[in-house]
């Protein structure tokens, strides 16, 4: 099986700076895309950033210029660096991960992480 587990949420104030971070673990051979999707209350969940294993990064309009996504591929680690955040980001932020399994021929899974809250007060 795979895990992720994520870690950095919490309570800012607007204009503040946080740090997330999301490891995989389990019977990995290897991780395509990361990314980090948030879910708001009464909202879809929707994508903020994801990188694929060869760094290429995506970012949604409303973070781009604010957010960066970066991965360690020896780590199997995602991190999420939010900077000038809004009370519009309070959101739980989940991380994402495309896996190919060890013994399972050329298979991609999609695993997700628990969630962790972010809330940045104005």
């Known amino acids: 099986q795979v895990q992720l587990v994520e870690s950095g949420g919490g309570l800012v104030q607007a204009g503040g700076s946080l740090r997330l971070s999301c490891a995989a673990s389990?019977?990995?051979?290897?991780?395509?895309?990361m990314g980090w999707y948030r879910q708001a209350p009464g909202r879809q969940r929707e994508l903020v950033a994801s990188i694929t294993s060869a760094y290429s990064t995506t970012y949604a309009d409303s973070v781009r210029g604010r957010f960066t996504i970066s991965r360690d591929n020896a780590k199997n680690t995602v991190y999420l660096q939010m900077n000038s955040l809004k009370p519009e980001d309070t959101a739980v932020y989940y991380c994402n991960a495309d896996v190919r399994r060890l013994g399972l021929g050329y298979r991609y899974d999609d695993y997700w992480g628990q969630g962790t809250q972010v809330t940045v007060s104005s």
């Open positions: 389990g019977s990995i051979f290897r991780i395509n895309t």
